[in-house]
């Protein structure tokens, strides 16, 4: 006989996770299917290693720039990288244990394998068949397959995460967000790295022109740039990987990295077994998350794509899902706000429209934009890259985006998504009254 259940989760991220919690405090019968470890990317191998690794380089960063500025010795400071993985292993390694004592404890049955869909309200996982009034889709997203010949040779960021000894050559393909992230981190640690982007727009979604001043930042570090530059072909051979371009060049390190961008991890649930509709590789589903064919599925967070592929987005789509099962199909996401942040050294942080998107959709904008790196809750970090560029509505005053280049860019782009969520006037957020000298001290200035 089959085990029944109110709600299936395939994953253990964190949709999955906010998800089954909300439905099992409701005295649903709820059970998580994880084909990995418990915690799901962010926790074990995203945002939140790579944060640990960041801030370690950061701050040996930091060091440096303000040697001879009052702080002996700075220039010295290296990174012991063995020591910063077993210092991300501290964060990391506990988090299957804990996640499913907490499951244990509340009543959610945890199962590890990898699930397919065997029916329309039922799946199969190690050996066994569950049925479920409603099944959610949660299982993230996974390297994109490009068309290039050796891609598969290509090493993840998970991989790049868990690398016990730091590679002396690293070669980035794709000039996205995991390719600057991780780029940054190994030059820090001592590492030659280059970054191989087809076009001539790295990091597309974000500001270009507070792009270009973090492009010529990086080159200034000695990470190598490469625009206008197309991986033809991927080759492993006894000195390790060769990249060879679209216009003839070679490129040759210890480790090569996809940074081509993520994709829903669809891969292995037998959709169609399940009566669940997808297209190019993406589910096709409602504004309230519900698959268009089986009414049965939701899905959240990467899985979904119906947002941008943040955290964040996985929490409120896990809110919207969780309202429909338990309240009635009539809660949709609304992503207006969204902060991004791109975690280099200094950071690039982003909410709202760019200009150019605002001008796309015919939008009128006021831009105001300068230079921060005088300011004075820059210079004492020694950081010479710092920029804004904001986006205001000429008619109702509204922030319509911000885009900030600096040390404290992500943490202070948080109060201007407030104020896109909100819909506030860009004169009410120079109202505020912020804690002396600080990040968010420098929003009148950038207001004025």
């Not at 930042?217 to 080759?235: F, K, N, P, Q």
């Not at 669809?266 to 504004?287: C, F, M, W, Y």
């Not at 904001?390 to 998504?417: K, M, Q, R, T, Y």
């Amino acid at each position: 006989m089959p085990d029944q259940f109110d709600l299936v989760a395939l994953g253990s991220g964190t949709a999955a996770d906010a998800v089954a919690r909300r439905c099992r405090a409701a005295g649903w019968r709820v059970a998580i299917i994880e084909a990995r470890e418990l915690g799901g990317t962010c926790a074990l191998r995203g945002c939140e290693p790579k944060k640990t690794l960041w801030t370690i380089a950061e701050a040996a960063d930091r060091a440096r720039r303000l040697a001879g500025m009052g702080l002996a010795g700075g220039d010295r400071v290296t990174i012991d990288w063995p020591a910063l993985m077993a210092f991300k292993r501290s964060f990391t390694d506990p988090v299957p244990e804990r996640r499913a004592q907490a499951y244990a404890e509340a009543g959610i049955e945890a199962i590890q394998g990898a699930a397919r869909f065997v029916g329309p309200r039922a799946v199969e996982v190690a050996g066994r068949r569950l049925e479920a009034r409603h099944i959610l889709i949660a299982t993230g997203a996974k390297p994109a397959a490009p068309p290039v010949p050796g891609a598969e040779l290509l090493a993840s960021s998970d991989d790049f995460l868990a690398l016990e000894r730091l590679p002396r050559r690293l070669l980035m393909l794709g000039g996205g967000y995991i390719s600057f992230e991780c780029a940054h981190i190994a030059a820090r640690a001592g590492a030659e790295v280059a970054i191989l982007n087809a076009d001539d727009r790295p990091l597309a979604p974000f500001d270009q022109a507070l792009v270009q001043r973090l492009v010529a930042h990086s080159r200034r570090i000695g990470i190598r740039i490469e625009l206008g530059c197309r991986a033809a072909a991927v080759e492993r051979g006894a000195a390790g990987f060769t990249v060879l371009t679209e216009d003839g060049r070679r490129f040759e390190a210890d480790f090569a990295l996809h940074g081509l961008g993520r994709v829903p991890n669809l891969e292995g649930l037998d959709l169609a077994a399940g009566e669940v509709a997808a297209e190019d590789g993406r589910l096709r589903l409602d504004r309230h998350l519900r698959s268009l064919s089986n009414p049965a599925v939701f899905a959240a967070g990467d899985a979904a794509a119906a947002g941008p592929q943040l955290t964040p987005v996985a929490l409120l789509d896990a809110d919207a899902v969780a309202r429909n099962l338990l309240e009635g199909c009539r809660h949709a996401p609304d992503y207006t706000g969204v902060t991004s942040a791109v975690f280099t050294i200094p950071p690039l942080a982003s909410v709202g429209l760019t200009e150019e998107a605002a001008r796309e959709k015919g939008l009128r904008v006021e831009v105001k934009e300068g230079d921060m790196a005088d300011y004075q809750s820059v210079r004492r970090t020694g950081e010479a890259t710092a920029a804004f560029r904001l986006l205001l509505a000429p008619e109702s005053g509204c922030l319509l985006g911000a885009h900030l280049l600096g040390p404290d860019a992500a943490e202070v782009i948080n109060l201007f998504a407030l104020a896109v969520r909100l819909r506030l006037p860009a004169r009410e957020l120079g109202e505020l009254l912020s804690a002396y000298p600080s990040g968010a001290s420098n929003i009148s200035s950038m207001l004025r």
